[in-house]
């Protein structure tokens, strides 16, 4: 069974640019949700995709967009990166759409915003 | 607005005894709760969950106990090992058509052996 797949690890930009961030979820699972943890901080809901649909969000601004393919894998795209958006990005899929299901995480990505 | 907290930022425990990591809660409606473990470099992997309509749960050394009116749950770890240290995250969601988790700010837990 795979795991949950991030890419890539590290990431570093400057401020003002775009950047993609792609994820492949685990074998079997439909959803897919992205969490931002910042330094010191738990990690914090950005959206959920659910048989390509986004079908829920937190409170991030529009810049922070996503997709997600028929395979199932999912990309966060962020525009206008600022330099707050410096953190690790997690993906985490898992069955069906409802909460009561674990989430799988993947290792995240790095990213540094200069 | 935190819904989900964790108030001690580290914990450090000998070997062989107990750790016990705590989470309180603020909404009502969070009926699922979830522990994570975190190593550095690695992301939260699942350890144990619980749903509201239980007060405790338990899967080997781990257990988790839930106080609905305090809002509460708590994580035990008996016997701690020196591989046990981690950050510890605890997470909740409200109702089969939530589709987030709250995730609290984390507990970093230290075995000495």
């Known amino acids: 069974e795979t795991g949950v797949t991030q890419s890539p690890t590290h990431l570093i930009k400057t401020r003002g640019q775009q950047v993609t961030l792609r994820c492949s979820s685990q074998s079997g699972h439909n959803t897919v949700s992205w969490y931002q943890q910042a330094l010191g901080q738990g990690p914090q809901f950005i959206f959920q995709y659910y048989r390509e649909e986004e079908n829920g969000r937190g409170n991030f601004p529009p810049r922070f967009s996503g997709l997600q393919f028929p395979n199932y894998s999912s990309e966060l795209n962020v525009n206008a990166l600022e330099l707050d958006d410096s953190a690790l990005y997690l993906c985490?899929?898992?069955?069906?759409?409802?909460?009561?299901?674990?989430?799988?995480f993947g290792s995240g990505t790095q990213l540094s915003v200069l | 607005d935190q819904q989900v907290k964790q108030n001690s930022p580290s914990l450090s425990v000998q070997e062989g005894r107990i750790s016990i990591l705590n989470c309180d809660y603020t909404n009502s409606m969070f009926d699922y709760f979830l522990w994570y473990k975190k190593y550095p470099a690695e992301g939260p992997t699942f350890l144990i969950s619980?749903?509201?309509?239980?007060d405790k749960n338990e899967d080997g050394r781990f257990t988790v106990f839930l106080n609905k009116s305090a809002k509460h749950l708590s994580l035990h770890i008996v016997p701690s090992q020196p591989g046990d240290s981690a950050v510890y995250f605890c997470?909740?969601?409200?109702?089969?058509?939530?589709?987030?988790?709250?995730f609290g700010t984390g507990t970093s837990l230290t075995v000495i052996p």
């Open positions: 619980i749903s509201s309509i239980k």
């Open positions: 985490a899929s898992r069955r069906g759409g409802a909460t009561n299901e674990k989430l799988f």
């Open positions: 997470a909740a969601s409200a109702g089969p058509t939530g589709n987030q988790f709250y």
